[in-house]
């Protein structure tokens, strides 16, 4: 069992930065993969960034790639997400997820998920 924790949305102006933090409990953090999605309201959740179990790779979806960074502390199990340049169109809940060792970008195929934090950007 992996419990997810989020937390560092807020509100921003558009061109500042956020970054976001998941906290994950239980010893086998290290063996997954861990993502971050959002969703905005009246839209169905999309994945933003993903980062494979050793840390190796790392995926982005077209819309944040240069300005979100996806990084992991295996000794703070903790995973992060490096928000820049932030855009209105980047308002939603975010989402960290822990999932298959590889890495996928369909949420469906994580197995636990944390409870969400608002992440809001003003223009």
């Known amino acids: 069992q992996v419990q997810l924790v989020e937390s560092g949305g807020g509100l921003v102006q558009a061109g500042g930065s956020l970054r976001l933090s998941c906290a994950a409990s239980?010893?086998?953090?290290?063996?997954?993969?861990m993502g971050w999605f959002r969703q905005a309201p009246g839209k169905e959740r999309e994945f933003v960034a993903c980062?494979?179990?050793?840390?190796?790779?790392?995926d982005y979806a077209d819309s944040v790639k240069g300005r979100f960074t996806i990084s992991r502390d295996s000794a703070k199990n903790t995973v992060y997400l490096q928000m820049n340049s932030l855009k209105p169109e980047d308002t939603a809940v975010y989402y960290c997820?822990?999932?298959?060792?590889?890495?996928?970008?369909?949420?469906?195929?994580?197995?636990?998920w944390g409870q969400g934090t608002q992440v809001t950007v003003s223009s």
């Open positions: 997820a822990a999932g298959p060792p590889a890495a996928p970008v369909t949420g469906d195929e994580y197995d636990y």
């Open positions: 239980g010893r086998t953090f290290s063996s997954y993969a």
């Open positions: 980062i494979k179990w050793n840390g190796r790779r790392t």
